[in-house]
């Protein structure tokens, strides 16, 4: 905290104009379960879940039917998302959590400040 503000002041004083952005942001989500496939998940997100082989995918997306299958569109042919249902998370059913990651508007709004001081 202190440094940041200690950089914000000396940026402002030198008479730099200062900007702050972040990454896209986070949501809440729900569990909706975990799938149960072992280590055969390439990337086991709390969000997505990224399988190579279709026929995997297609067994976790029977499991949770209100999951979305994305295509590989711009991305290679074995990187299969399943996507968790909206405001759903692939972890134990009913806990509750700040996740990053899915499909929600959150992950579309980037916020940008400007920093200045205040004119006396």
Known sequence: EAYMAGLLDMLLDKGFRVFLTSDHGNTEAEGCGSPAEGAVADLRGQRVRI??????REKMKTAFPSASEWPP?????????LIAPNRKAFVREGDRLVTHGGISIEELIVPLVKIERKET
């Open 73 to 81: 569109v711009g991305l290679p042919d074995d990187y299969l998302p």
């Open 51 to 56: 399988y190579s082989d279709t026929a995997l």
